[in-house]
């Protein structure tokens, strides 16, 4: 394995070049703040009259409608939803020009078909492993997050060295920079938000607090067993793996995890696992989202209502109000800004 570190920035390939940042939202707000405290031109694009394009005027930034930033500038960034983009990069297709960089923080569209770049034109990734506001909190504390690079097209010969230039420019290489392809990105976060982090972790919160609200036990203490506590894990997880939770649980838990997680997640766990990554191998996943997508949205938008109707969402949210130690419960949305919806 090959982490990329500062030292092996050997030079500036995005000196004297023009970054428009198309999208504000978290990750764009990151990248736009990073790179020009960095010492980069960067200018947004946005939605005129948008809330976004309001915020990024706010933060000193010249804002452009998308179509104008992309032709001002010789590193063109997608970085609204993914959604998105396909509609986005329609209008901004003809302004880029040979030997541009056309720039993505996710693989989506270029894996799955949905862009088509030109072939004059390089086309780099660079996906730092965390969210937005930690990309930007880390870089003004002199770090950074680690980060996936990836290069699909190289038409100038410097795609590679650009790519790192960027990644440097957010602070990645402080924590350095991991070689992928757009292929191996795309797929691992899918499956990774489906399986695990997304889809696996809140089926099994929901279906812990049913079984024990069925059981007759009080919905509150369910929620904190099943919901609250799980931060508590997933910290110890995050800064030291197994063997740093299993230092700190009681002996008591750590007996349980070794004889009953696998009674709960078995083998038959792993077999679906398999088949939801086939899905996004073969394009099942994705052509189903597209698709969801070009007709409304409407069942996602029920499935959402679905989930938020759980009980367990009453129970946490009477509850959170208690907790003053949660601080910033509404940034998430704030940070979005009107990305999320804007118009493929």
Known sequence: MKLHTTADVKRDALAGKTIAVLGYGSQGRAHANNLRDSGYEVIIGARPGGPTAKTAAAAGFEVLSFEDAAERAQVVCLLVPDMAQPGLYRKIADKLQAGDTLFFAHGFNIHYGAITPPEDVDVIMVAPKSPGDLVRREFQQGRGVPCLRAVYQDASGEAWERALSYAHGLGGTHAGVLDTTFAEETE?????????????????????????????????????????????????????????????????????????????????????????????????????????????????????????????????RKLRDRMSWIAGKDDAGEAAGDDKTLAA
């Open 188 to 316: 691992t976060d899918l499956f990774g938000e489906q399986a695990v982090l997304c889809g696996g972790a809140a089926q099994l919160v929901m279906h812990g607090f049913d079984t024990l609200v069925e059981a007759g036990y009080q919905p509150e203490a369910a929620y904190f067993e099943c919901l609250h506590e799980l931060k508590l894990i997933v910290d110890l997880l995050y800064e030291g793996g197994l063997d740093k939770m299993y230092e700190f649980i009681s002996d008591t838990a750590a007996y349980g995890d070794l004889v009953s997680g696998p009674r709960i997640l078995d083998e038959s766990v792993k077999a679906r696992m398999k088949d939801v990554l086939s899905d996004i191998q073969d394009g099942t996943f994705a052509k189903r989202w597209m698709d969801e997508h070009a007709s409304g949205s409407g069942g996602f938008k029920a499935l959402m209502a679905q989930r938020c109707e759980h009980p367990i969402e009453d129970t946490g």
